[in-house]
C-alpha cells in the first residue's frame, strides 16, 4: 500500500513547487512556458520576510506529486480573515490515493486554527474536480463573477485613471 502524506513547504521545496505548477499549467491546457514563476519568487514570497503564500505538499512515498498553494484575504462582512485556495494539484499518476482529499482537510484545519470565516477557491468550468469540490460541501457562488486586471491594464489604469 502506497505512503500518503501531507506536510508544510519548506525554502529547500522551492524547485518542487516551481515544477507542479508547470505540470498545473499543462493540465489547464497551457503553454508550460507561460509559467514565470521561479525557484527564486517562491523563496521571496513564501519563505521571506513578509511571506505572501503558504504551500502545502503532498507526497506519495515520499516524493511530492500535490500541492495546494494559499493565502489569507479578509472578509469585511465577517471582520475576519478568509482562506483562499489559489491552486491545488494532485499529479495524474498519484490521483486516487486520497491525496487531494487530505489537502482539502489539511487546508480546513489550518482555517480552523487561524479563526478563518471563509474558506474560498475557484475552478475552471470544465475542471472535472468541480464534482469533488461539490461533494465536499464547496458551493458555486453564481452571482459573484471574477474579473482581472493584468500587469498591462494596471499600468494603463495607474496612469491614466
Request: aromatic share 10%; with cysteine.
Amino acid at each position: 500500500m502506497a505512503m500518503t502524506r501531507v506536510r508544510p513547504a519548506t525554502p529547500n521545496d522551492s524547485a518542487t513547487i516551481v515544477q507542479l505548477v508547470q505540470s498545473l499549467a499543462v493540465f489547464e491546457k497551457e503553454p508550460i512556458e507561460t509559467v514565470q514563476l521561479t525557484e527564486a519568487d517562491v523563496l521571496r514570497d513564501s519563505f521571506g520576510d513578509s511571506p505572501l503564500f503558504e504551500t502545502l505538499l503532498a507526497e506519495l512515498d515520499g516524493i511530492a506529486v500535490g500541492f495546494a498553494l494559499f493565502f489569507h484575504k479578509y472578509s469585511t462582512w465577517q471582520g475576519r480573515p478568509s482562506l483562499h485556495l489559489e491552486d491545488l494539484y494532485v499529479e495524474e499518476h498519484a490521483r486516487g490515493n486520497g491525496l487531494g482529499m487530505d489537502l482539502m482537510r489539511e487546508l480546513a484545519r489550518i482555517a480552523e486554527e487561524r479563526g478563518c470565516a471563509r474558506f474560498e477557491l475557484s475552478v475552471l468550468d470544465w475542471n472535472p474536480t468541480r464534482e469533488f469540490y461539490h461533494r465536499i460541501g464547496f458551493e458555486n457562488m453564481e452571482e459573484w463573477l471574477s474579473y482581472r486586471l493584468d500587469e498591462p491594464g494596471i499600468a494603463k489604469l495607474a496612469r491614466e485613471g
